[in-house]
């Protein structure tokens, strides 16, 4: 199971067994009632003596995958309760803070995890993620067995497990392109709750119910001056990239020429007192109207770093068809995930193991379309006419984006595709996704903690957590501070949009900081590739091959109405790209299926 993961950890490996608080020796695998196993990527304190699994006063256990940012505010806090530490590690301090303040640390911590922790002497353990799911942990059991990984393939070899579809998880992810947090692609493992911890006694019992240790929906939104709320966005967000630049090892950012990434480099870059150590990692489309090139070169002039670029291909993509999907562990909602899969393997072969990300920047602050057309819906469900309009007229105005009319037909033909789904799939009748109608019943301060906890962020951080890991690399998400979060969720909505602009407290409060074109940009794509022109060009022999063999999928998906959205998506150059994503998703969960093997 840990060298299943070896590339989440290539710097060391740690493996522990124990029979109460007594130490066993690993060889002995059958005299063990706990195993801890650890791989590690080493950013904070790279001596020996910060490996894992870590005990801590010969009591408290741990192995844990991530980073907890404010760990030298936390030391010192429990260096004057009287602990004493032996490493400069994050990893002691987290351990020091438990046996301080029990679970209720976990309230403390500013950063991402999922880890393992167990009282020896007491024979509990305590299964934690972090806020947002930043960091994967999931949980399978058997009869004899209670098994906690990062990734699901560590269970590929393990006694007992099976590969097998989740129906209703594969069914909506096929029908709609959505995903349900609370439930993974492979029947009987679950991921543990983000925000959440379990407890379990190890001499017997069952795993406790997920007890939360943060409320975002409490949170009220009592900030409506746009300025006090921009300068105050500006202030968070640079404290915060200020404790994600912490580490031992080069840094740095993944850059799109996007909003978000772009004020993440430029933070960051002032944070180093602009030195020229930072590196940043762009995904192009060469020749494509779309290529955000001109953006990204707007932020590297008005920074000094060192650029990286790379540019994804199709036939890349075929080569790395199985690694990637092996990676990933389920199915990805689109080919523009391979672009992130590119960068992170750009940022390996320059040796940056950390790169910050500009993820989470649209969530926090209701940065989507989808959003703005949630927030205008819902102004009219409230009878709010008149400010409805002065959005959509206001979009017209010299200062206004008009983009936003432009994108009326757009969310429109989405929303219905999606609400219509994939009709009998797998011999279902139309299947109406869950995700879109817990979107569609929620208003205000219910529907932005629903896009930020379960709408868009889940998955989105899976990939992300996928792609960079794959390569041994560390993803960061400066937006993602859940001090950052709650500031924004305290933002009244009507401040996030401005004439058509979305994330107007973030383009106001960095104005300064920013390119003005990159300030005032209407697009925004991120990492993506041009996945319908692939559709229709390149990939279309290996579309036509596929389509013509003897696949997993064929024994559960009608290939008579997956061929028909080929050649739609044909005929149209992918203009429609509903046909096109619900092909690639068939073309995905069928090379998933093979990967796995699943039953």
């Not at 029990?102 to 007491?122: I, K, N, Q, T, Y």
């Not at 562990?329 to 940022?347: I, K, N, W």
């Not at 994939?422 to 529907?447: K, M």
């Not at 994330?503 to 005032?520: C, N, S």
Request: hydrophobic share 40%; aromatic share 10%.
């Amino acid at each position: 199971m840990s060298n299943a993961a070896q590339h989440r950890g290539p710097d060391g490996a740690g493996l522990v067994g124990l029979q109460g608080d007594a130490v066993i020796r690993s060889e002995e695998s059958s005299a063990w009632q706990v195993a801890l196993a650890n791989r590690r990527l080493s950013i904070i304190d790279r001596s020996r003596a910060a490996a894992q699994p870590m005990i801590y006063r010969g009591r408290y256990w741990l192995t844990y995958n991530g980073e907890v940012y404010n760990y030298l505010e936390l030391r010192a806090e429990l260096e004057h309760l009287g602990h004493a530490f032996r490493t400069q590690s994050d990893t002691e301090v987290v351990l020091a803070a438990f046996a301080e303040w029990g679970p209720r640390c976990f309230e403390r911590m500013r950063g991402m995890w999922g880890l393992v922790l167990l009282d020896a002497r007491s024979g509990t353990a305590v299964l934690c993620r972090d806020r947002l799911g930043i960091k994967p942990l999931y949980v399978w059991q058997s009869d004899e067995l209670l098994a906690v990984i990062s990734e699901i393939k560590q269970l590929v070899d393990t006694p007992g497990f099976q590969a097998r579809r989740s129906e209703q998880a594969v069914t909506e992810y096929l029908a709609t392109g959505y995903e349900d947090l609370t439930r993974s692609f492979f029947s009987g493992v679950a991921p543990v709750p983000p925000g959440t911890y379990l407890t379990l006694s190890v001499g017997g019992g069952a795993l406790s119910a997920p007890q939360p240790y943060w409320w975002p929906e409490r949170v009220e939104p009592a900030l409506s001056n746009v300025a006090q709320a921009s300068e105050a966005f500006a202030a968070k967000l640079n404290e915060s990239v200020r404790i994600h630049l912490r580490s031992e090892v080069p840094v740095g950012c993944a850059l799109s020429g996007g909003l978000d990434s772009s004020a993440i480099a430029v933070l960051a870059h002032s944070q180093g007192g602009g030195a020229s150590d930072l590196h940043t990692f762009t995904s192009t489309c060469v020749g494509d109207p779309a290529n955000e090139r001109e953006y990204v070169e707007a932020v590297l002039d008005r920074i000094r770093a060192a650029p990286h670029f790379v540019t994804p291909s199709a036939q890349g993509f075929l080569d790395d068809f199985d690694n990637f999907v092996w990676h990933h562990d389920e199915p990805v909602g689109s080919l523009s995930m391979y672009a992130g899969y590119c960068v992170a393997r750009t940022a390996h072969a320059a040796n940056v193991p950390v790169t910050l990300s500009g993820q989470g920047g649209d969530e926090i602050l209701s940065g989507y379309w989808q959003s703005y057309f949630m927030y205008l819906r819902e102004l009219g469900l409230r009878g709010r006419g008149l400010t409805l309009a002065a959005h959509l007229a206001g979009a017209l105005l010299p200062d206004g984006n008009p983009s936003l009319l432009g994108q009326v037909p757009v969310m429109l033909r989405r929303y219905l595709a999606r609400r219509r789904g994939l009709a009998s799939v797998a011999g279902h009748p139309t299947v109406v996704s869950e995700v879109l109608q817990r979107a569609l019943a929620s208003f205000g301060q219910g529907r932005r903690v629903n896009e930020i906890r379960m709408m868009y962020l889940p998955r989105l951080l899976k990939w992300d957590d996928r792609n960079s890991m794959a390569f041994s690399v560390e993803g960061r998400y400066p937006f993602l501070d859940h001090e950052l979060v709650e500031l924004c969720l305290s933002f009244a909505p009507e401040i996030l949009f401005h004439r058509g602009w979305t994330k107007w407290p973030l383009r106001l409060g960095l104005q300064k900081a920013l390119p003005e074109k990159v300030a005032r940009r209407r697009s925004k794509f991120g990492f993506w590739v041009p996945q319908d022109r692939w559709l229709c060009g390149p990939l279309r022999p290996a579309l036509n091959q596929w389509l013509d063999s003897d696949r997993p999928l064929w024994d559960w998906v009608d290939r008579a109405i997956v061929r028909r959205l080929a050649e739609e998506t044909w005929q149209t150059a992918g203009r429609r790209d509903e046909p096109g994503q619900a092909l690639v998703r068939c073309f995905l969960l069928d090379k998933w299926m093979e990967v796995f093997d699943v039953a």
